[in-house]
C-alpha cells in the first residue's frame, strides 16, 4: 500500500477531530453549563444517541425530518435517527415514568446531536447541545427559571451584556395576530414557518414567499409593524421591560414572566420580539430566542405543554432550550473570551458544582416575596470587581455561587419543607418567616447556624460551606 | 389521540435512558476514567460518531464489520456507519497531523460506541468506551503504561484484586505456535478467530469448529496444553510472573514487560494466556484482557503498529486499550461498589485531576532506575488503611493521587529537560541525580523547594500542591 496519503479516508463532512487543546476549550463550555444547571437544580439526565424513527416523524415538524440522519440495521426491520434534538426523548422518557418524578421536575443534558444540513460556519452536522427544561409547573415561574439559567450561564462565561439579548415572543398571541392579518386557522403553521426563516431573507423576497405559499400578502404588513413595536420597546435590549414606553405588543403573558424576571434582578437582558416563533412544530406558548451581536442565535427554546401527552404521558406543561457549543464557541473566540494554555488547564481543575444542593430556601407567607432575590444572589455569587469581558475564574468571587434550590409547594408547613430539603440531600436549609432576617440550619447535623439579615445569607452559607 | 399509552414509542433496543440516579452512577465510571488518564499523562481527544463506512471496512476485520450500523444521507452518496470502537479514528487523526504530535503522544478518550448485535447482559447496542493509546513509543515501556492505567483504574474503584486479573498474550508469539501445531500461514487469522471465540463454546464443539474452518485439528492439543501451561503458571492470578515456577510459555517479549511491571509495584496481578489474540484484525504484538471473577473481559487492548501507517501516517508503533462501561457498571454493582444517594453526590463533587502537570520527574544516568517507581507512587497516592473492597473516597489517602509525568527522552540533560516540562505547564519538577535523594523545583517561581529522601518526594509534593 501507498504512503503517499492516498490511501488516507478523511472524516465525515461537517464533524470534528478534537485534538487536545481543542477538546479542553470544548470542555471549558460543557464544564461551564454543568456547573450552571447544577447550581439551579437540575438534574442531569441522558437519553439514547439514536431514536426510532418515528419519533421524530410524528412531532417534530417538517424542518427537522428533511435534515435527519436515518438509517436500519443489517437484517432489521426498524427505522432509526440519529437524534437531531433532545425534546422528543425527554418527553418519552419523562411519559414513561411520569407518576414517580418529582413535580416540578428539572432535567438537563448535554450530548451529541446530528443534522444533515450543508455545514457552515456555526452550523455542524454533528454538534453538542444543552438542554434545560421544567416539566409539571404551569405558573411562568418555570418560564423565568428556564431563561435565567441562560442568562447566568453567560454571565459565568463573562459574555458582555451589551452584546446579547433575550427576544421572547408567544405564540398564542403571534397566532391570534395572524389570524387578525387573514391567515386562515389552518394556515397558521405554515404562517409560523415563514416567519422562522424570514430574516434569513432580503426584505424583497417575503411578499414573493408570502404568495408562494398561498399566505395573504397583508401579513407582510403586520409583520413590519411587530419589528418596528420591537424597535420602539427598546431594540436589542429593554432597558426596563416591565413598563415599556409603548405597549400595544406586551401580551399579558410575557408581562408576567418580566415581573418576575424584575424580581430576581435580571429584567434589563430582554425584549420582546413577535416575529420570533421558532422552528419546531410543538411548541405552544412562550418562545423565545437569545441573541448575540444582533444576529446570530446562541440558544432558544419555548413552552411544549401537549408534547408529554402525546408521547403518551399525563397532560403535563413544560418548557425548556436547547444551546449548541458551536456558535456558542465562535462567539467567546471572538470577544476574546476563551482562555488559553495554563489558564484554560487551571479553570478545569477547578472544583465542580456540589451535586449536593447546598441551600435550600424556605418561607412561611410573610417572607415568602424573598425567596426569588435570594435564590438567584446565591445561584449566581457575588462578585469581587466585575465580571463582564473576562473569562471565567473563581477567585474573582466575593461569594461562590452554590447549588441552591427552593420549595414551589403552596403549603407553608415549615416541617414539612424542611422534610422535603433532606429528602433531596440538602446541606444547610435557609428558613425565611419576617421580611428582615433568615434562619439557616444544617441539615445534616439538625443544629441551627444562626439568624442573618437576608442581606447576608450569601456570605454565611459560604463560610459554613468552604469549612 | 388516546391517552392509554398506545402511542408510546419505545427507544430503540439496546439503549438506555439514563434517570438522574443512572446518569450519577455512570458520571462515577467516567469521572474515574477521566482522573486516572489525566494523572498517567493522557491528554484528552474526541472524534466524530459516525465515520465514513470505509474507515471500518478496511481495517477492523469482519467480526466488527458485521456489527455496523450504516447509512446514508438522504440525497448524498457517502455510506456512513456509527461508530464500533474508536482505534480506526485515533489513527485516521494521528496519521492527519503525525508530524506535529509529541513523542510520545499519550491520548484518552471516552464516548459513545455502537454495536448492531443482539443486547444481553453486558451487551447493549450502544454503550460508553473509554480508550487511551501510546503512540510513537516501540519500547515496552508504553505497553506497561497501558496495562498500568488500567490497574490504577481498578484500584481507585475499589475492586478487589483477587476478583480480577490481567491475561497476557503476544500474537507474534502465538502465530509461531500454530504454525508448529500445522496451521498454514495464511489460514493465521482464521485461527486467531477461532481461538478468539473458542471459551465461548463447550470444549467438545472445538474440534468440529476447527474442522468446520479447515484448521488442522493438531491446534486443539496446542491449545489445551497452552491453557494448562497457563494454569501451572499461576490460574487467573501469578503470584510472581518474574520467575513463573514452569517457563516453556513466557515469551521475551511478555517477560521484559512483566519486569517493568515489577519496577512500578505492580507484577501480582498478571499472568500469560496465550489463548488470547483479541478479535481485531489490526492487532500486531501484545494483546491483553482484564477479565473479572475468572470470565468476563472488563478491558481489553494491545499493539498495532502498522495501523497508523495503514491510514497514511508514517509508520508508528502504538499501543493502546478499550474499556466499557456496562460490564465495569456490573462489576461494581456485584460487588457492593457503586456509593448511592448522598456518598454517590459528594464523590462527584470533588476536585477533579489538575489538567497541568503537577510533577514532572527527570533524572541523570544514576537516578533513572528511581523514575518508574517514583512515577507510580506519585500517580497511585499512598493509602491511609488499604482501599480494596471500598468504594473511591478522597479521605481515604494519606497522599493524593497527581499528574505526574516522566520525561522519555534519552537525553541527560537537565536543564533541557526542565524546559520539556515547562512546555508542558508543569507545577513542579522531580529531579533526581542520585540513587538517595531528588530536589523539587516550584517550574512556576523557578525557586527550589528543596532536597528529600526519595520515600519523602510524594508527601513534600503533596503539600507544596495543598497549600
Redesign the interface.
Known amino acids: ?1 501507498s ?11 461537517g ?6 487543546q481543542d ?2 476549550r ?2 471549558y463550555i460543557t464544564e461551564a453549563w454543568r456547573r450552571v444547571s447544577i447550581r439551579h437544580g437540575f ?10 424513527l ?2 421524530y416523524k ?1 412531532k417534530s415538524g417538517e424542518g427537522i425530518v ?1 435534515e ?7 437484517g ?1 426491520d ?1 427505522d ?1 435517527a ?1 437524534r437531531p434534538e433532545f425534546t422528543p ?1 425527554l418527553a ?2 419523562y ?3 411520569a407518576k414517580q418524578l418529582p413535580s416540578p421536575c428539572k ?1 438537563f443534558t448535554a450530548g ?1 446531536y ?1 443534522r ?1 444540513e450543508k455545514p457552515q460556519r456555526g452550523r455542524l452536522r ?1 454538534f453538542l447541545q444543552w438542554n434545560c427544561d421544567v416539566m409539571g409547573m404551569e405558573s411562568c415561574i418555570a418560564d423565568a427559571e428556564i431563561l435565567v439559567v441562560i442568562e447566568d450561564l453567560v454571565g459565568h462565561l463573562g459574555l458582555p451584556e451589551d452584546s446579547l439579548g433575550f427576544r421572547i415572543s408567544d405564540r398564542n398571541v403571534v397566532e391570534r395576530m395572524l389570524i387578525e392579518s387573514g391567515v386562515a386557522s389552518n394556515d397558521v403553521p405554515k404562517a409560523f414557518a415563514f416567519l422562522d426563516k424570514m430574516w434569513k431573507m432580503p426584505e424583497q423576497e417575503w411578499a414573493k414567499s408570502l404568495s408562494d405559499a398561498g399566505l395573504p400578502e397583508a401579513i407582510s404588513e403586520s409583520v413590519k409593524n411587530w419589528a418596528t413595536a420591537m424597535i420602539l420597546i427598546g431594540g436589542p435590549r429593554v432597558k426596563n421591560p416591565v413598563e415599556p414606553p409603548g405597549q400595544p405588543f406586551v401580551p399579558d403573558s410575557i408581562q408576567d414572566i418580566a415581573n418576575l424576571l424584575a424580581s430576581k434582578g435580571s429584567a434589563e437582558f430582554y425584549s420582546i420580539d413577535l416575529t420570533i416563533v421558532r422552528g419546531l412544530a410543538y411548541y405552544t406558548g412562550t418562545v423565545f430566542e437569545l441573541i448575540a451581536d444582533g444576529e446570530r442565535a446562541v440558544a432558544g427554546g419555548g413552552r411544549y405543554d401537549n408534547l408529554i ?4 404521558g ?1 397532560p403535563t406543561p413544560a418548557v425548556g432550550f436547547g444551546m449548541g457549543d458551536v456558535v456558542l464557541g465562535l462567539l467567546l473566540e471572538d470577544k476574546g473570551l476563551m482562555p488559553e ?2 489558564e ?3 479553570a ?9 444542593p447546598e441551600a435550600f430556601v424556605i418561607a412561611n407567607e410573610e417572607g415568602e416575596q424573598h425567596i426569588e432575590p435570594l435564590l438567584a444572589q446565591l445561584r449566581r455569587g457575588t462578585e469581587r470587581d466585575g465580571f463582564d469581558g473576562k473569562p471565567w475564574d473563581p477567585a474573582r468571587y466575593e461569594t461562590q455561587p452554590m447549588h441552591a434550590r427552593r420549595t414551589y409547594k403552596s403549603t407553608k408547613n415549615i416541617g414539612k419543607l424542611l422534610a422535603d430539603a433532606r429528602k433531596q ?1 440538602a446541606k444547610f436549609a435557609v428558613i425565611i418567616e419576617n421580611t428582615s432576617d433568615a434562619k439557616i440550619e444544617n441539615l445534616d447535623t439538625r443544629e441551627e447556624v444562626g439568624v442573618f439579615p437576608i442581606d447576608e445569607v450569601a456570605g454565611a452559607l459560604a463560610t459554613q460551606i468552604g469549612g
Open positions: 500500500m504512503k503517499t496519503g492516498s490511501n488516507k479516508i478523511p472524516p465525515p463532512k464533524t470534528r477531530d478534537l485534538y487536545p477538546l479542553l470544548q470542555r438534574e442531569e439526565i441522558a437519553g439514547p444517541t439514536f431514536e426510532m418515528d419519533l410524528k428533511s435527519l440522519f436515518s438509517f436500519t440495521r443489517a432489521g426498524d432509526y440519529l426523548t418519552r422518557m411519559a414513561e415514568h432535567w451529541p446530528f444533515a454533528e401527552e402525546l408521547f403518551g399525563p494554555g495554563p484554560l488547564m487551571d478545569l481543575s477547578q472544583k465542580p458544582a456540589s451535586i449536593r440531600h
